[in-house]
């Protein structure tokens, strides 16, 4: 394991427990005591953490890890999901992409695909995005023209949110949209963690002839904070495993397509 993947998994463990001392932490992560110290001050440091006696606390309820903190989570599925995006996206299309770490693998293999880059030299691609990270590491492919909206950045996600963003949006008509969600269920349909975030996606959705949502399995049959859309607003679900039969049903009943990516 990694110093980065020992600090990540020691943040999700205390996202997820609310409190944990510094013997839970050495069991769990099969670390040393003073390794596990040493981490913990690391993540106080950065005001990821607040540490205690012993051991450390959350922020607070809800906690939102960071985006460079989730990037190794499922990280063999978001590449095969972003896979099987990149082959729903046709050359010359204009796509639509929210934040997050699935659809920053999915605009990776978007800007790297050689089904989008053109003989004569001109843009093979258009992608629209709100997120600072993609439009950063886009920037360099000269097969994409990328456009970033305007907006006010959440430093967890590196996403753009507020007025300025659905200002834009109104401005465009998009072929494809490409949606990173928190939960996917068929009461809430798609739902994220940050009502801001919310907003933005919904007005992805409004503005694209077709919405892709990119969700692995962890995501679905459940309901996070905020509501983006609902399903029967989806054309096509990207994941990375078979559904259970019921929510596969659900799915049908809205008129989503599924897709598994292998």
């Known amino acids: 394991m990694t110093p980065q993947q020992r600090l990540n998994a020691l943040l999700e463990l205390v996202?997820?427990?609310?409190?944990?001392s510094i013997a839970e932490i050495s069991d769990l992560l099969d670390i040393s005591p003073a390794t596990a110290r040493r981490d913990l001050t690391t993540l106080a440091e950065q005001r990821l953490v607040t540490r205690t006696h012993g051991g450390a606390a959350a922020l607070g309820t809800g906690y939102e890890l960071p985006l460079q903190?989730?990037?190794?989570?499922?990280?063999?599925?978001?590449?095969?999901?972003a896979r099987a995006v990149s082959r729903l996206v046709h050359p010359g299309d204009t796509v639509g992409v929210n934040g997050g770490t699935?659809?920053?693998?999915?605009?990776?293999?978007?800007g790297k695909s050689e089904r989008f880059i053109r003989a004569d030299g001109e843009y093979g691609i258009t992608?629209?995005?709100?997120?600072?990270?993609?439009?950063?590491?886009?920037?360099?492919?000269?097969?994409?023209?990328?456009v970033v909206t305007g907006g006010v950045a959440r430093r967890q996600s590196y996403e753009l949110v507020g007025a300025l963003v659905s200002n834009t949006l109104a401005e465009f008509a998009?072929?494809?949209?490409?949606?990173?969600?928190?939960?996917?269920?068929?009461?809430?349909?798609?739902?994220t963690v940050h009502e801001g975030e919310a907003e933005v996606s919904r007005h992805f959705a409004s503005v694209g002839a077709r919405v892709i949502v990119a969700a692995d399995s962890t995501k679905l049959e459940r309901a996070t904070f905020a509501r983006i859309c609902p399903l029967d607003r989806i054309d096509v679900l990207v994941t990375d495993q078979p559904v259970p039969s019921t929510f596969a049903a659900e799915l049908a009943a809205a008129g989503v397509e599924l897709v598994v990516a292998t």
């Not at 996202?15 to 944990?20: K, L, P, T, Y």
């Not at 903190?69 to 978001?78: C, G, M, N, S």
């Not at 699935?102 to 978007?110: K, S």
């Not at 439009?135 to 994409?144: D, I």
Request: glycine share 8%; aromatic share 4%.
């Open 102 to 110: 699935t659809t920053t693998e999915v605009a990776r293999e978007l």
């Open 127 to 146: 992608i629209v995005t709100n997120a600072l990270n993609i439009g950063y590491e886009l920037s360099v492919r000269a097969n994409v023209k990328i």
């Open 174 to 191: 998009l072929d494809v949209v490409v949606l990173g969600v928190d939960g996917l269920s068929a009461r809430y349909g798609a739902t």
């Open 69 to 81: 903190y989730k990037i190794a989570r499922q990280a063999d599925a978001k590449v095969a999901i």
């Open 15 to 20: 996202s997820e427990r609310g409190n944990v």
